[in-house]
């Protein structure tokens, strides 16, 4: 089991490129989360799937979409990244017992 | 909506005391408590988690913390620090109600000196 895995590790990118991050868990799990940590925040939710065709907002969504065409995948995508953007983004699903499994992360560079 | 609020931004021990990492949480359902440790340049590693079973939760490398529902609290503690206890830490709080969404603290940052 690779668990949730992340792809790129680390990105650097200019203002106003575009890029997916890809998430991808072989857990069979159903719910799946991004969230992005930046120095003194914490982690903070960006958005979230409840299963396979699902996809819900979090508590900072602005700036990104997201789309769960696969069980075992989660994609966040951003469109038109701006600085505010710089963060490490870590991906999370969830099995049957409310944990919590988090990816590597992706350290995201926007310039 | 729930939150989290980790008093000290930043603890400082001597290797062998007491490590005491406080945590208060608001939630209006029974919640799921969960600390993560964070070494630097990594991801999270969940130490410990209250799932409404035993007050007392053991979690791994001697840590442990206790759910107080009265003073909504769930504070991490371990008996003696060890260098390889530097890192920063997370409180989060979920529940089923919310689709197990995790609302995090601003983390400690505990340092251990010699």
């Known amino acids: 089991n690779a668990g949730v895995t992340q792809t790129p590790k680390f990105r650097v990118l200019k203002t106003g490129q575009s890029m997916t991050l890809l998430c991808a868990q072989d857990?069979?799990?159903?719910?799946m989360y991004w969230y992005r940590q930046d120095p003194g925040m914490g982690l903070r939710l960006i958005h979230y799937?409840?299963?396979?065709?699902?996809?819900a907002k979090g508590e900072v969504p602005d700036g990104y979409n997201v789309s769960r065409l696969k069980k075992q995948n989660f994609l966040l995508g951003l469109e038109s990244a701006a600085p505010s953007q710089t963060s490490v983004y870590f991906c999370?699903?969830?099995?049957?017992?409310?944990?919590?499994?988090f990816g590597p992360g992706t350290r995201l560079t926007v310039l | 909506a729930q939150s989290v609020t980790q008093l000290g931004s930043h603890v400082s021990v001597s290797e062998g005391a007491l490590v005491l990492l406080r945590c208060n949480y608001s939630?209006?359902?029974?919640?799921?408590l969960f600390w993560y440790v964070q070494y630097p340049n990594q991801g999270l590693q969940l130490l410990l988690k209250?799932?409404?079973?035993?007050?007392l939760v053991k979690g791994i490398n001697d840590f442990e913390a206790e759910f107080k529902k009265s003073e909504t609290s769930f504070h991490l503690t371990k008996p003696s620090a060890h260098m390889s206890d530097a890192a920063e830490y997370f409180c989060?709080?979920?529940?089923?109600?919310?689709?197990?969404?995790?609302?995090f603290g601003k983390g400690t940052l505990l340092t251990v000196n010699p």
């Open positions: 999370a699903s969830i099995g049957d017992t409310s944990e919590q499994f």
């Open positions: 857990m069979n799990h159903e719910y």
């Open positions: 799937s409840v299963g396979e065709g699902t996809t």
């Open positions: 939630s209006s359902v029974p919640p799921y």
């Open positions: 209250y799932t409404s079973a035993a007050t």
């Open positions: 989060a709080v979920s529940d089923s109600g919310s689709n197990y969404k995790l609302t």
